[in-house]
């Protein structure tokens, strides 16, 4: 279907940023939003059109900003709110928006809702959050955080448990409670009025929870609290009492969500909200189901995801674009190849035509433009992430070896995304003059801003070229999506069509040589972009990508001309 309704955010390219590694301005080695703002002209340069800042609100930092203590106010390590409003006027100033990470699932127990709730079961606070009785003495239900552990923290103040699916110190917010909403509502407003431009909502399909399998004791140990029974009705009051009044963006992370969930959630009328993160592509290699397993993935599990996605959501709902975020692996060390260098930033290219040539709105995360890869780090004292840390006591206490965890941990750990930027090849990456909060990449010296401005071939001009093209082609952003040669175990090929003109892509997984079906496309078509220099006619080369496009008309895929699959 070509007949979407246009709109800024489905135009848009997306740049997300980890404050805390990002850029330090003052010294103390944690990122902040003055080096945000010194950076500004490098994410201009690049495409950007919105930044999606993860939190920066005050937090004790327990989860890296994602425990809340006070929602209006700037966490001491990020600077001030006079602070903010400068960078928002900067990024406003430059053509850019910024979006806000909303976390509302849950907050810090350092709040001071939670402070108050805690202090007796007659507190007005006290229904602000989830709590429950022990049950046949032992927690209420047999859910398990995110994080390792049961989901249920023992109060000793009221002699009851309050559910946390996070970290102990992020106690869960009860969204079945109305003076709840209205409080979180009109922080939103708040935030809206002082001219963000959107949220991306934490965990956001969490925030319903069935009051029955609370205290169901019965449930397998891995239940999920996803999309809940009334997650959408929620939302659709979050939007007609706070969205539908600003023309801004919204994003939903929707774990545990499917394609015709995602329809509710993201439909054209739904309502709600304009797109969801799902998490399917996110476990083609185990990621989210074998949590610390070694990853493997063959190419046909990511074709089969992203096919499902691009043809179920196409003219219903919309998508979003993400190979990696601050909660996963670098992606050319997941899913490209990083063992060398010429491997490195061939895949790293490919890499991006596949998924910004899909559509949807595209997200880059900090480093993607530069190819930045995993962090191998020696010995566990060198994480900081508290999933990392709780996993390998828990696999280690049971007898995991302390090496094999520590392999498993340098593919999966969420601090494989959250080392600091690597802008040149000077101490500490240019990052900070100090000690920094978490170890630099020691890849640092040859993987850079720096080294990627002065070359003119680097991924960075690579991603630049592509967002150039989304801007030029309307068929980028709004052409239907139709799937090529879907059985090829090594190339992803796919279509666009919008009107009489069509784009096709084709990205080579391998360090093979693949053959594909080009000469007719060759004698009727332009390429538009490719990773590298002179194609050969019929064969792409290791992690090879190109797009062409034909101006009037279409062509049969020879695969089907043939009635036979194409050579691989």
Known sequence: MNDIKKAWWKEAVVYQIYPRSFQDSNGDGIGDLKGIERRLGYLKKLGADVLWLCPVYDSPNDDNGYDIRDYQKIMEEAGTMKAFDELLAAAHSMG?????????????????????????????????????????????????SNFGGSAWEYDE????????????????????YEPLRQEIYGMMRWWLDKGIDGFRMDVISYISKDPAALTDRNQPEKTTAANGPHVHEYLREM??????????????????VTVMQARKYA?????????????????????ETDRWGIPSFCLNDIRKVMDRWQTGLDGKAWNSLFWNNHDQPRVVSRFGDDSTEFYRKKSAKMLG????????????????ELGMTNVTFDKIEDYRDIDTINAYKEYTGAGTAPEIMLKRIRYRSRDNARTPMQWDDSPN?????STPWIGVNPAYTYINAKEALA??????????????????????????????????????????????????????????????????LQQQSQLL???????????????????????HGSITHPCKTKNKKCLT
């Open 429 to 433: 990456a240019g990052f900070t003059n």
């Open 239 to 256: 939007y007609r009492e706070v969205l539908s009044g600003y023309e801004v963006m919204t994003v939903g992370e929707t774990p545990d």
């Open 96 to 144: 850019m928006k910024i979006i806000m990470d909303l976390v509302v699932n849950h907050s810090s127990d350092e709040h001071r809702w939670f402070q108050e709730s805690r202090k007796s079961k007659n507190n007005p606070y006290r229904n602000y959050y989830i709590w429950r009785e022990a049950k046949e003495g032992s927690y209420p239900n047999t859910w398990r």
């Open 529 to 551: 972009l490719a990773n590298y220099e002179k194609p050969y006619s019929e064969s792409l080369r290791a992690y090879e990508a190109r797009i062409y496009r034909i101006a």
């Open 353 to 368: 035509v596949c998924l910004q040539m899909m559509q949807g709105t595209p997200y880059i995360y900090q480093g993607e």
């Open 455 to 520: 070359d003119p071939d680097s991924i960075f001009y690579f991603y630049q070229a592509l967002i150039r093209l989304r801007k030029q082609y309307e068929i980028i952003v709004y052409g239907s999506y139709e799937p090529l040669d879907q059985e090829n175990p090594s190339v992803y090929s796919y279509k666009r069509r919008l009107g009489k003109e069509e784009l096709w892509v084709f990205c080579n997984f391998t360090r093979e040589e693949q053959k594909i079906p080009v000469a007719r």
């Open 157 to 176: 103040e009221t002699g009851e448990y309050y559910l946390h699916l996070f970290s102990r110190k992020q106690p869960d917010l009860n969204w079945d």
């Open 267 to 287: 439909g054209f009328d739904s309502k709600e909200l304009q797109m969801v993160f799902q998490f399917q592509l996110m476990d083609v290699d185990g990621g």
